[in-house]
């Protein structure tokens, strides 16, 4: 950070004062019930003492620099990520980093060629496995009619 909060300074101790006081002039009407109305209570008004909320006085932080350069590499080896996902089961491929637009728009290109093959093969197999899964129902419907005869 390239300020911190003044170590040698500190809020003073009458600072915290309520910005709303109850009206020192206010008096309780003489037609009010305690039973019926409940407990009267003067109305607020602004506390002429609030100074609002104290903020720590910022120094400049001895440590800090600043470094142009930080994000420059000359060669990566690695790249993790940490993905949080809702729907289990979900694939992440084709990650690229780069600093070059053309080499991201070749490669994205590539990528969308391939995108109606596979929303093609993921729909068959969506086929398949609820067919195997109605087959599955049939089998079971026969089979509880069959224990039903039994009876």
Do not use: C
Not at 17 to 42: F, N, R, S, T, V
Not at 113 to 133: F, L, M, Q, T
């Amino acid at each position: 950070k390239e300020y911190i909060d003044d170590p040698e300074d500190s809020k003073p101790e009458d600072w915290d004062k309520p910005e709303h006081i109850p009206d020192p002039d206010a008096k309780k009407p003489e037609d009010w019930d305690d039973d019926m109305d409940g407990e009267w209570e003067p109305p607020q008004i602004d506390n002429p003492e609030y100074k609002g909320e104290w903020e720590h006085p910022q120094i400049d932080n001895p440590d800090y620099f600043s470094d142009d350069a930080a994000y420059v590499f000359e060669s990566i080896g690695a790249v993790g990520l940490e993905i949080w996902q809702v729907k289990a089961g979900t694939i992440f491929g084709d990650i690229l980093v780069t600093n070059s637009v053309d080499d991201a728009k070749s490669a994205a290109e590539k990528v969308l060629e391939r995108v109606p093959d596979e929303e093609a093969a993921e729909n068959e197999a969506a086929a398949a496995a609820a067919a195997e899964e109605e087959e599955a129902d049939e089998d079971w419907e026969e089979e509880a009619d069959e224990d039903k005869e039994e009876l």
